[in-house]
């Protein structure tokens, strides 16, 4: 009994509390132990799997397959009206309403303001200017200067014509010159007389001699000439002896001629000198005076009509100056309607432009030399937002040019709109291409990636493990064969069932393990 004892105390083992376990119990505790650092070390697993999950770069995956690309050359321009109509009025006037609104139709005579019943600064103005023109008028009249045929004209409203003056002018001038004339004829009558007399006592022999020699002179060339048989100079020396012969005939008697004295010769000549010298000064009097009277007339006559055109200026402003309004002038759409009620008009200024009916619209956008070429005039082109237009919307490419800002490297588009819904000045956009065509490989264009080696997308890949799936992404380049808005065509080393990575959270390179975002 006392061994069974010692074995059984040596078997047992203490406890802190006393206790004693046997050793069944303690090989349940390791047991229980182990299953528990297992069950703790594989929820670390799992939660640290997880974490390295949530800290990978997410992206976002769309499957390769194939569909249709449309090339698309899109611009946004201006619309712009060929020759639109600018609405101005002449006078400043104070706008009382506005009658229409911008995009309206009108029609010739529709009012577009309404102007407030109040003399403007212009009829104040011309009023002033009346009653200078008709001071000024009156005072030139009545200066005592001029004609009563010409006050009687001018009152009368009788305007000369011009013919009239010329032909006035053109009897006065051939009755100055003819007086003129006379007058010198009598001048050199008596300077002839005068002359001749102070030579009579000491001339007479000498003008006996003198033609005497002359003749001699003559007569000796005359030989010369016979000799050489110059029969021109011949003939022109007969002629001039047998005047000179003549001369010294005359001559001769003229000392013994019967009739008036020198004395009663020289009277009667000043007697006529003294006729033609006041006809003289009487048609230059003449002809100055008609000048004046011609001069005066006209610029009096001009006075008088600005005076009456004054009168008409004043006369209609004062007609528009009550119930006054702003009329359109032609049939069009209103692209620009810039004023409104209270504001005031300058003389001039443009408060209303309109879009006349049949005039063409227009808008022009710049684009690359290599989109041009796949462009012809004629192409027809689409709004980007077709929903802002209707059904007869059209834009029509009526040209290509080289862009002044870049010739070199640009062409300027420009298209000819027609729409009902278009204004002046309104942005618009346009596509304009060719049309879609049918490609096997097509992915988004957020897909394709450029590097220094060329253009390349990243697919993933999947491999399993014992925790589950892991995204690795490479590299596949590729070769882009078109592209739009959205897609681009593709060709490389795909089988066209792959995944491609469109986006990322973070910067991601070939090889990288990514987490795939919810689709």
Known sequence: MSEEIVVKEQNEIE??????????????????????????????????????????????????????????????????????????????????????????????????????????????E???????????????????????????????????????????????????????????????????????????SAGN????ATPAYSIAELQYDLLVAQQRGDDDRVE???????????????????????????DQKLATLYQQKAKTAADLKAAEKAKTELLTSIKTEISLCQQRDKIKEQKDKIAKLEEESVGASVKAPVAGTLSSVSKVAGESTSADETIAVIQVDGKDMTTSFSVTNSQA?????????????????????????????????DPANKKLLTFKLESKDLTPGQSISLSIGERSVEYDLVVPNSAIKTDSNGKFILVVNSKSSPLG???????????????????????????????????????????????????
Not at 188 to 195: G, L
Not at 237 to 243: D, P, S, V
Not at 505 to 516: E, M, N
């Open 15 to 124: 406890l802190k509390d006393g206790e004693k376990k046997s050793p069944k119990n303690r090989k349940d505790m390791v047991k229980n132990f182990a299953i528990g650092f297992l069950s703790v070390m594989l929820v670390l697993t799992f939660f640290s799997n997880t974490i390295m999950n949530y800290s990978l770069p997410q992206v976002a995956t769309r499957q390769i397959m194939g569909g249709s690309i449309s090339p698309q050359i899109r611009g946004t321009g201006t619309v712009s009206a060929e020759d639109p109509y600018n609405v101005t009025v002449k006078e400043t006037r104070k706008i009382s309403g506005v009658a229409v609104k911008e995009g309206y139709h009108v029609e010739i005579g529709d009012v577009i303001y309404y102007l407030e019943d109040k003399e403007s600064s212009e009829l104040s």
């Open 126 to 200: 011309a009023k002033e200017k009346l009653d200078t023109m008709e001071l000024s008028y009156e005072q030139a009249l009545f200066s005592g200067d001029v004609p009563n045929d010409v006050i009687s004209n001018v009152r009368s409203g009788r305007n000369t014509t011009f013919d009239t003056y010329q032909a006035e002018l053109a009897k006065a001038t051939d009755n100055y010159n003819n007086a003129l004339n006379a007058d010198n004829e009598a001048q050199a009558a008596i300077d002839f007389v005068t002359q001749k007399g102070s030579y009579d």
């Open 205 to 208: 022999s000498y003008n006996a």
């Open 236 to 262: 022109e020396l007969n002629r001039q002896i047998a005047e000179l012969t003549k001369d010294s005939a005359q001559l001769g008697n003229y000392g013994t001629q019967q009739g008036f004295s020198y």
């Open 373 to 405: 070429q796949k462009l012809k005039v004629g192409d027809s082109a689409r709004p980007q937002n077709i929903w802002q237009f209707g059904e007869d919307f059209k834009a029509t490419l009526t040209s290509i040019k080289n862009d002044k800002t």
């Open 469 to 519: 799936n892991r995204y690795i992404t490479s590299r596949v380049d590729v070769n882009v064969l078109a592209s739009d808005d959205n897609n681009s065509a593709i060709t490389g080393a795909i089988d066209g069932d792959e995944f491609v990575v469109t986006t990322a959270t973070t910067l991601i390179k070939p090889g990288d393990q990514v987490r795939l975002a919810e689709q």
